[in-house]
């Protein structure tokens, strides 16, 4: 367990709507937060799910030659965050160029403890605190109103307009036995 991330889903063949570019995607499993409507409530509980080698990931990311970054989100991707230093450390040492961007439900100042500061060194772009419904503006990027954007690197400064004035799209990809809907919905659609 120990060189293993709890995963919900990933998105291995990369989606344009969850940051700019093509980027592949984790979905962390397990989240302290329980927000009301959550886009993603299947992450929400703290159980074991698909436990998938660290190494594998990585592999997985670095024979994608199509992506221009990383996604994580969850649940709450603060959870594991050791983890998921150790991930993207062996990815950007390999392909220092991808982005990182990554969602949580704790605000910043919060993100205060040893691990989850080394996690912060390896991401360019934070989206924190909870999602609230009644602020969701179905604008940006962000969930809700009441998040912040926070470029924690200038590495996608030149993309800051995509984070605050790009609409919101839903990606649907459909496999042999499942399908699965991408993006950030519109507040309409969350109801």
């Known amino acids: 367990m120990k060189d293993t991330i709890n ?3 990933l998105c ?4 344009n709507v969850l940051g700019p ?6 979905w962390v499993q397990g989240c302290p937060f329980n927000c009301e409507k959550c886009t993603t409530p299947e992450g929400i509980p703290i159980r074991l799910n698909k436990l998938t080698p660290i190494k594998s990931i990585v592999e997985s990311i670095l024979n994608n030659h199509e992506i221009e970054g990383i996604t994580i989100s969850g649940g709450e991707p603060f959870l594991q965050a050791s983890k998921l230093s150790k991930l993207l450390a062996d990815v ?9 961007l990554v969602f949580t439900g704790y605000t910043y100042k919060r993100l205060d403890w040893a691990k989850a500061k080394d996690f912060l060194r390896y991401i360019d772009v934070l989206i924190d605190g909870q999602y609230i419904d009644k602020l969701n503006n179905g604008k940006e990027l962000k969930g ?9 690197t200038d590495k996608l400064r030149d993309e800051e307009d995509y984070f605050y004035t790009k609409g919101r799209n839903l990606e ?5 036995s499942s399908q699965t809907i ?3 919905p519109s507040r309409q659609l969350n109801h």
């Open 144 to 152: 809700s109103s009441n998040q912040k954007i926070i470029f924690l």
């Open 12 to 15: 291995e063949s990369g989606t």
């Open 21 to 26: 570019g093509k980027r592949y995607v984790i």
């Open 182 to 184: 991408i993006g950030i």
């Open 92 to 100: 950007l040492q390999i392909k220092p160029e991808l982005s990182v």
């Open 7 to 9: 995963i919900l889903d």
């Open 172 to 176: 649907v990809i459909v496999e042999a």
